[in-house]
């Protein structure tokens, strides 16, 4: 097969790495109006969003950060607030083409954690110093309401501290309900792509951009704090799509904003593709924070995966959570969504010491609260 000739047959190329580090003046003019204004105005129209991306280069990424930085500061400190992240089950209805749990992967290593096995994890998680606890998992159906209620309500019952995040993809409203009446506080359900065309290009025909979108409104209805986001340099994505997603997010406003590289997995049909880089995820991750200054903003595991300090960079640039693994050591590779996951070796305390020295030395404290959002 050729490789070369199926990465160049997609229309429109993906964004492009900045190239001309000389901007003229007349651009420079117009990067700093349109980064005072969003600064000042939280706003901008889609076409100044996709020129922001577009034009950007080492000046611009470093007054945004700075904006950014500045803007999380004066409402939360230097204060990082943890997730402690139990990835439930690599079992998954579903097949993203992007995703190495997607269904059709044959060589995927399935598992599922009992709700005691969760229920230890989130102990521990407890010790540890975390005050919320994120259930992840693919869409298993293994995990009726009824039983999730069960686990819901007996981590809320040991720990009535702790806010529960549930991240379990897509489900009906009346389920959302029943699982927030149990006690969940939070959902992540990032949406992958406000634009339904690029929707369609990196998921199967059974799954639709319209679902989702209902199932955050659903979500938000009923009460829960609700995360959304997408992939950076996901296939098919040009600024145009990067530029939607920034207007989406300003208009729905969602309480956490998940970005990641997209990280090319071996055994899906992404797996010649691009990864996304460092420099425009954290790009992004200022722009984000001065759309919407209070809204939590984690340095995800894939920039940390595609950069050794990714973490470090996105926190510097404006995010203020990070979500160590507390899965069992022993599946923690199985829940491969792409290649080269980092911290699957470490036991859950070593992850978050390792954390904790990572975001002192950059200045940052991490700290033992539920971390809500700060409006
Ligand atoms: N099944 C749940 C949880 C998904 S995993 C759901 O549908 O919401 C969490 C996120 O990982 C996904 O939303 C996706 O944005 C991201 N992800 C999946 N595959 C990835 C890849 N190859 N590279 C980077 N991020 C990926």
């Known amino acids: 097969m050729n490789e070369t000739l199926e990465r160049?047959?997609?229309?429109?190329?993906?964004?492009?790495?900045i190239t001309d580090p000389v901007q003229s003046a007349s651009v420079k003019a117009r990067m700093q109006e349109l980064i005072g204004r969003l600064a000042d105005q939280h706003s901008l129209t889609e076409?100044?969003?996709?020129?922001?991306?577009?034009?950007?280069?080492?000046?611009?990424?470093?007054?945004?950060?700075?904006?950014?930085?500045?803007?999380?500061?004066?409402?939360?400190?230097?204060?990082?607030?943890?997730r402690g992240l139990i990835e439930i089950s690599s079992?998954?209805?579903?097949?993203?083409?992007?995703?190495?749990?997607?269904?059709?992967?044959k060589n995927a290593e399935r598992y599922r954690l009992d709700p005691e096995v969760i229920l230890a994890c989130a102990k521990e998680g407890h010790e540890l110093g975390f005050r919320t606890i994120v259930l992840q998992g693919g869409e298993d159906p293994f995990y009726t309401d009824e039983m999730l209620s069960g686990l819901i309500r007996s981590i809320k019952e040991a720990f009535p501290d702790t806010a529960v995040t549930l991240s379990l993809g897509e489900r009906g409203r009346e389920s959302f309900q029943r699982l927030f009446d149990a006690g969940a506080d939070r959902y992540l359900l990032r949406h992958e792509t406000a634009d339904p065309v690029h929707y369609a290009k990196l998921h199967p025909k059974e799954m639709s951009w319209q679902?989702?979108?209902?199932?955050?409104?659903?979500?938000?209805?009923?009460?829960?704090?609700?995360?959304?986001?997408?992939?950076?340099?996901?296939?098919?994505?040009?600024?145009?799509?990067?530029?939607?997603?920034?207007?989406?997010?300003?208009?729905?406003?969602?309480?956490?904003?998940?970005?990641?590289?997209?990280?090319?997995?071996?055994?899906?049909?992404f797996a010649h593709e691009p990864a996304g880089t460092l420099e425009l995820t954290v790009y992004l991750l200022s722009i984000l924070r001065l759309i919407w200054p209070p809204v939590l903003l984690p340095a995800t595991t894939a920039l940390g995966t595609i950069h050794p300090?990714?973490?470090?960079?996105?926190?510097?640039?404006?995010?203020?959570?990070?979500?160590?693994?507390?899965?069992?050591?022993?599946?923690?590779?199985?829940?491969?969504?792409?290649d080269g996951k980092i911290c699957t070796g470490e036991e859950s305390a070593q992850c978050r010491g390792c954390l904790q020295q990572r975001m002192e030395s950059i200045g940052y404290e991490i700290v033992t609260e539920r971390g809500d959002i700060i409006k």
């Open 211 to 269: 679902h989702r979108m209902d199932c955050l409104q659903d979500l938000r209805e009923i009460g829960y704090q609700v995360g959304a986001g997408f992939m950076v340099g996901s296939p098919y994505q040009t600024s145009r799509e990067l530029a939607r997603d920034l207007k989406w997010t300003e208009t729905f406003r969602p309480d956490m904003v998940g970005i990641g590289p997209f990280i090319p997995h071996h055994d899906t049909p």
């Open 91 to 105: 079992i998954c209805r579903n097949d993203c083409l992007y995703c190495g749990i997607r269904c059709s992967n």
């Open 47 to 82: 076409e100044e969003y996709a020129y922001l991306i577009d034009h950007r280069d080492a000046e611009s990424a470093s007054s945004l950060a700075k904006q950014a930085d500045r803007v999380r500061r004066s409402i939360y400190g230097n204060k990082v607030f943890t």
């Open 309 to 338: 300090r990714g973490r470090e960079m996105g926190i510097q640039a404006g995010a203020n959570v990070i979500m160590p693994n507390l899965s069992p050591v022993g599946v923690r590779k199985k829940y491969e969504l792409y």
């Open 8 to 17: 160049t047959n997609h229309t429109p190329s993906p964004v492009q790495p």
